[in-house]
């Protein structure tokens, strides 16, 4: 079955260390999102690309955080500096999304999440 | 039959109105979004339901896990609320299953 591939599952790190998460999206859709869950927040959506290009990042704080999609097989995550705040499970998901065109429920599928934690 | 339905599919109404949108599921779930597009912009996330009631402003999200069923509701419509809801839901296997979404247009 296709898949989504998040690495790494998991991650420790200093306060202040750079923290990079990929995903590798399922070929041949076109929308990526980045997601970040906590017990707090729940699920909060970061960042949304459709072909590549960023629609939404709304969600991000972007003094810290960057996200972006070099090629169609790569999405990345940064945050530099990262701190405590940020320990979360981050989720990205991939899918073929149309949008209000009456086809029936679209599916997007999520990776398995990469478990950060900041010290 | 899709799992995730939407209804209406396009709703048309007065600004001032309140806005009713429903969404019914048939699978487990661990969550239900609400989501917001509008014309040529991303997709904004309104609220995360696992259980209850939410409320941001003048839009509310209820759930009814028991019924499997959610709405969206939006007091004193405004024409900017104009936009595409979407309604999806994460089921166990960290799938977001997405509706079909529902057209909502506010005449000023």
């Known amino acids: 079955d296709a898949r989504v591939t998040q690495t790494p599952r998991h991650k420790v790190t200093e306060m202040g260390q750079e923290v990079t998460m990929r995903c590798q999206p399922i070929?041949?859709?076109?929308?990526v999102f980045w997601y970040r869950q906590t017990m707090m927040q729940g699920l909060e959506l970061l960042a949304y690309?459709?072909?590549?290009?960023?629609?939404?990042d709304s969600g991000m704080p972007k003094d810290r955080f960057s996200a972006e999609m070099p090629d169609a097989t790569l999405a990345t995550l940064k945050i530099q500096p990262s701190e405590p705040r940020d320990s979360a499970v981050y989720f990205c998901?991939?899918?073929?999304?149309?949008?209000?065109?009456?086809?029936?429920?679209?599916?997007?599928?999520f990776g398995a999440g990469s478990r950060l934690t900041v010290l | 039959k899709n799992e995730v339905e939407q209804s209406p599919q396009n709703l048309t109404a007065q600004e001032g109105e309140f806005i009713t949108i429903n969404c019914s599921y048939s699978?487990?779930?661990?969550?239900l979004h609400w989501l917001q597009q509008h014309p040529g912009g991303g997709i904004v996330s309104l609220f995360m339901?696992?259980?209850?009631?939410k409320k941001h402003g003048r839009l509310i999200a209820t759930i009814n896990i028991q019924e499997k069923h959610s709405s969206l509701h939006i007091t004193a419509s405004h024409p900017r609320d104009s936009a595409v809801y979407i309604c999806?839901?994460?089921?166990?296997?960290?799938?977001?299953?997405w509706g079909a979404g529902t057209k909502l247009i506010i005449k000023p």
């Open positions: 998901a991939s899918g073929l999304v149309r949008i209000g065109t009456g086809a029936g429920a679209n599916v997007l599928t």
């Open positions: 999806a839901v994460m089921d166990s296997n960290y799938q977001l299953i």
């Open positions: 070929l041949g859709h076109n929308t």
């Open positions: 699978v487990g779930i661990s969550a």
């Open positions: 339901l696992s259980s209850g009631k």
């Open positions: 690309f459709r072909n590549r290009a960023p629609l939404d």
